[in-house]
């Protein structure tokens, strides 16, 4: 069988090794992540998630919707993807705006940091085609390619993001135990290897379809509740 | 419509054109197999043309397809007589069923049909795909219901993605009930609300009047999409609560036919 979509032709291989996605995947890289929850804030505040177990089935649900598409962007501008397609891909799966500027400040943020940290040819451009901040994930993607790391690392650091910010938010706001919030994470893993293994074989495939065929899952009640948290006049993170 | 031991194929094609008086005019329409199709009148520029159920469907195994062709300054209002039953079939495999919208410039569609219900047992993934040109306008209306009064639901999936001028506009995937991927009824799912509906509204005015991102309600937040449109997004109990939620945003932001040119 001739199929694209499973045999795509070799990438670069990855100069670099596991401790760079450490870097890059840590809560302490300072790229502003730690001001965001990922709509628990908004989750919590609505009385869905009071617990332990409320805030794995948050991550299990994000995982697979917000998280799996920015997995999907993040790898797929690690292989070498159009960023500016890649961007316009991201507009179209993110229709509420409070999430659009969020989305793009946080890229801002990270495109900052990781010029300092990773400096490369391929940041500059980013910078200079989007003075106003380009996706945070399509911009995570070229920070991995620029350490040297791959496509599936790229997936990985979204993703493990995609839950990590939810996890650390909710020991703020209802003072949940942090060894419960990690071991909600630890249980998450396997997911996050399945998605990351998804996200990297999509990605893939985009590069010979175009970015149309991402994954484009979404959580209804998250824009919702994405928009009217940005509303609140008083709030401990920014989304 | 052909149908074979893995279910019934049938595609139902409309082509509307404008009439060069004032009106628009259905060269083509095509009912195929359960989906049947019915001019139902008129209404100044816009035709009206109503998808008529002709037999049970989609069950399992069965793939459905409709495509509505609008030419430049062609209007056309698309319903359908009633709620679309997604039910199990005797195979076992999934339904499909592919809905594609073209729409060339100065073209205006509304395609408001009845809700999909997603029966227990039943497995569907529906798809819809419109592609507009620069001045073409677009109204749309998507409920998802999962489970009769009181019952479980399938599994059902839609993908509902709008390109303009080649650009996309939107793209979203939904996928609930059992057998969707982890956390669908969760706090970030949809915390056991059972309707989920959209309206969408493509509009080349909204470029010079950018409608402002607001909540219509609990759970309804009309948004503005990074290009002339907003898309309000509803999650209700039920199906009857939900049309209630999109009647009263249409009445914010959709056009009706007496008023076509914005």
Known sequence: ?239 | MTAGASGVRAHARITAAADGRGGTALPELAGSGPLALRRTGCDGPEAHVTLVGAMSAPLGGDRLALTADLGPGAALRLTSAAATLALPGRCGTAARYDVRLTLADGAALRWLPEPLVSVRGSELAVSTRAELAASARLLLREELVLGRAGEASGLLGSRLTVVREGRPLLDQEVCFGPGAPAGWDGPAGLAGHRAVGQLLVVDPAFAQRPPAARELGEHVVAAPLAGPALLVTAVAPDALRLRALLDEAAGHYAWSAACGTT
């Open chain 1, 1 to 239: 069988m001739t199929d694209r979509t499973t045999s795509p032709a070799p990438a670069p291989s990855p100069a670099a090794g596991p401790a760079t996605l450490l870097v890059l995947a840590d809560g302490r890289f300072p790229a502003g992540g730690h001001a965001h929850s990922g709509g628990a804030e908004a989750a919590v505040k609505a009385g869905r998630i009071r617990d332990a177990a409320g805030l794995e089935e948050f991550c299990r649900g994000r995982l697979h919707t917000a998280g799996l598409v920015a997995a999907a962007l993040a790898a797929a501008a690690a292989l070498g993807l159009d960023p500016a397609e890649l961007d316009a891909a991201a507009d179209a799966r993110t229709p509420v705006p409070a999430l659009r500027t969020a989305s793009r400040k946080l890229g801002r943020q990270l495109l900052r940091a990781a010029r300092a940290v990773w400096p490369a040819p391929g940041l500059d451009a980013l910078a200079a085609a989007f003075p106003r901040g380009a996706h945070q994930p399509v911009v995570l993607g070229l920070t991995a390619r620029a350490a040297g790391l791959g496509p599936r690392d790229a997936a990985y650091a979204a993703l493990y993001e995609s839950v990590g910010g939810p996890a650390t938010a909710t020991v703020r706001l209802l003072g949940l135990d942090p060894f419960e919030a990690t071991a909600v994470l630890a249980r998450l893993a396997p997911a996050l290897d399945d998605l990351a293994g998804r996200a990297t074989a999509a990605a893939h495939r985009a590069r010979d379809e175009g970015a149309g065929v991402l994954p484009a899952a979404s959580a209804p009640l998250l824009d919702i509740a994405a928009h009217q948290h940005a509303q609140w006049p008083v709030r401990l993170f920014a989304s």
